[in-house]
């Protein structure tokens, strides 16, 4: 038989014993010495409100990190959540170095001159509608009552007698047609 030790916690040594250990483990995982200092001392005050939740199990040390690996995950979560509400899909490449998503504050900024965009707007809009009318008729239907009038799936697979997963098949299919035809006769313009 083994015998296992019971650990004890200490929180008045806490930063004599750990605090340097904790802040350089935090400082290679986020963007800044504040932010790492700032989460080592919320790994702290979250040690003390739950110190009664400690079993000993593991060294004060292990425990202190553990709680520390969740405030970097719970700072992380919290930055991509923030991000995840202004991020803005561009859905015209989906592979290649040209992939990916711009963020709201990396988007283009509007042109100041007004009549200039009209004409872009205008022309771009005649552009679409040229490369969705070029679709089959199918193709077409699905892709307008989809992402244009925003029916629900079940709707249109019943009024079209389609199952869902042909649905969005033809819904791929009529982006990856429309993305070519968009690259054919605006981007290449």
Partial sequence: MSQTTTHILNPNKWVDLYADYLYNYTVTRVSSQDLAKDLVQETFFSG??????????????????????????DHYRKINSA?????????????GDKKGSWI???????WENEAEKAIENSELKSALD????????????????????????????????????????????ARVQLRSCMEENWFKN
């Fill in 83 to 95: 991000k995840a509400q202004k991020e803005v899909r561009v859905n015209f490449y989906g592979d």
């Fill in 130 to 173: 040229q490369c969705i009318d070029a679709l089959p008729e199918k193709y077409k239907t699905v892709f307008l009552l989809k992402t244009v009038q925003h029916y629900e799936t079940e709707d249109i697979c019943n009024e079209l007698e389609i199952s869902s997963s042909n649905l969005w098949v033809i819904i791929h299919r």
């Fill in 104 to 110: 709201e504050e990396c988007v283009p900024q509007t």
């Fill in 48 to 73: 003390l409100k739950g110190k009664e939740g400690f079993r000993g199990q593991a060294s004060e040390r292990t425990w202190l990190v553990s709680i520390l690996k969740r405030k970097i995950i």
